[in-house]
Nanobody, 124 residues
Framework: QVQLVESGGGLVQAGDSLRLSCAAS????????MGWFRQAPGKEREFVAG????????YYADSVKGRFTISRDNTKNLVTLQMNSLKPEDTAVYYC?????????????????WGQGTQVTVSS
């Protein structure tokens, strides 16, 4: 079992940066694949970034590649998403998710545990 709590969201202007954090509790965190997803009003939840259990492999949606960076610290049970050069289209609720059963997946259905989400709003 893994419990996840996101923080770091807020209101920023286009071009600004934000750093989201996901604090995890539970013994299986270090063996879990972690992902960040986002959901804008009226849209489906979409994959943003994922990281393998060791942190050695990372994956990004094309829309954020080169602007966002996912990382993890297994000694602190922490996953972060550094978001640079933010755009209004990045506005969404961002969710942290954990999957202890599969390699990194772009599908939300593969993830067993979810945080409550944190709002990111980017104004133009």
């Amino acid at each position: 079992q893994v419990q996840l709590v996101e923080s770091g969201g807020g209101l920023v202007q286009a071009g600004d940066s934000l750093r989201l954090s996901c604090a995890a509790s539970g013994r299986t965190f270090s063996s879990s694949v972690m992902g960040w997803f986002r959901q804008a009003p009226g849209k489906e939840r979409e994959f943003v970034a994922g990281i393998s259990w060791s942190g050695g492999s990372t994956y990004y949606a094309d829309s954020v590649k080169g602007r966002f960076t996912i990382s993890r610290d297994n000694t602190k049970n922490l996953v972060t998403l550094q978001m640079n050069s933010l755009k209004p289209e990045d506005t969404a609720v961002y969710y942290c998710a954990a999957d202890g059963r599969h390699p990194v997946s772009y599908s939300a259905r593969s993830y067993d545990y979810w945080g409550q989400g944190t709002q990111v709003t980017v104004s133009s």
